[in-house]
């Protein structure tokens, strides 16, 4: 069994941030407040350049731009997590290079999409990237975006590997985390990439989650992990039945559509997308503003019991 200590503090709540716009420019005032504001209310990392930053319109430049935005403003104070991930292999080393080079603290490295490896070519693909770099790197598999998948075969000798630390699964196959536990023991990471199954696999053995509704709700989400981790069930189960409305309805349409009109409505971005992703549909929005009426009292009021830490003027803003 391998040991992985590599990537710490990264458990609990950990944002996938979004990455606003403004007339078709990265809206950098805008991401170092976003980023600020998930620190400030205890989420426990950022993961840029992923899905729900909408990696796949970002050019090379726009990629490097938000990573080193994100570590400013972190200052060290959480770690940062690049999203790093391609179909090519020789583009997602060249990736993983940048995240390094920009000082990010770890990489976050999906699936091959589109071109449907095999296992093997699976493991052949991520066992060139971690022999790049000394940086921790988290595996994505989702394949309900890639076509393929990694067999939990393949996830286990990639755990051998010295620079794997951990999963982000959004396999939707919850039952996996119990068995990955067992094998894998207590330091590898396992972290849920579906809010709506993100508090059952804290009961499998899980670490945590890389969260699209921490964009929404950081406090709250935070104050879940926290719950769980001082044992304090009655009121995780109360987190947990207060967030899942939001869970649900942030994927009413594809990721992430949903969630930047959620934080367009609160005034932190306006809902400004790349095609072919477009904004939400007028018959979606009843469902999202419920939920997100049902949060965002909580969220402030979560908010406020927190320690302040007065943000610095280049990330302050009227939002």
């Known amino acids: 069994m391998t040991t992985h200590r590599r990537l710490p503090g990264a458990r609990g709540s950990m944002a996938a941030l979004v990455t606003p716009f ?44 938000l990573i080193r935005l994100a570590v400013d403003t972190a200052g060290g104070r959480v770690p ?45 693909h991520f066992l060139t990237l971690q022999s790049k770099t000394d940086l921790p790197l988290l595996l994505y598999d989702v394949p309900s975006r890639t ?16 620079n794997i630390v951990g999963l982000k699964d959004a396999s939707g196959d919850p039952g996996r985390t119990a068995i990955l536990r067992r094998h894998l023991g207590p330091d590898f990471l396992l972290l849920s990439g579906d809010d709506s199954s993100a508090a059952a696999a804290l009961e ?5 989650c890389i969260s699209v509704s921490a964009n929404v709700a950081p406090a709250l989400n935070a104050a879940l992990y926290r719950a769980w981790a001082e044992g304090d069930m009655e009121r995780f189960l109360k987190l947990r039945d207060l967030l899942a409305p939001l869970a649900g309805a942030l994927f009413v349409e594809s990721n992430p559509i949903p ?20 904004t ?21 009021e979560e908010a406020a019991r927190m320690p302040r830490h007065p943000m610095t003027p280049r990330t302050a803003t009227a939002a």
């Open 204 to 208: 499998l053995g899980g670490d945590g």
């Open 22 to 65: 403004k007339n078709g420019y990265i809206d950098e005032r805008s991401f170092r407040f976003l980023c600020e504001r998930q620190i400030e209310r205890g989420t426990a990392a950022l993961v840029v350049c992923g899905t729900t930053g909408e990696v796949s319109t970002l050019d090379r430049r726009e990629q490097t731009l």
């Open 80 to 124: 940062v997590i690049a999203g790093a991930g391609s179909n090519c292999t020789d583009t997602a080393v060249d990736l993983v290079y940048q995240a390094e080079w920009l000082g990010a603290d770890g990489v976050l490295c999906v699936v091959p999409y589109y071109n449907r490896p095999t296992q093997d070519g699976l493991y052949r």
């Open 280 to 300: 939400l549909s007028s018959d979606c929005e009843p469902v999202l503003r419920a939920a997100l009426d049902e949060v965002i009292f909580h969220e402030a």
């Open 147 to 162: 076509g393929a998948g990694l067999s939990l075969e393949t996830i286990l000798r990639l755990a051998e590997l010295p």
């Open 259 to 278: 969630v930047k009109w959620a934080l367009a409505q609160m005034g932190l971005l306006r809902d400004e997308l790349r095609l072919p992703l477009t």
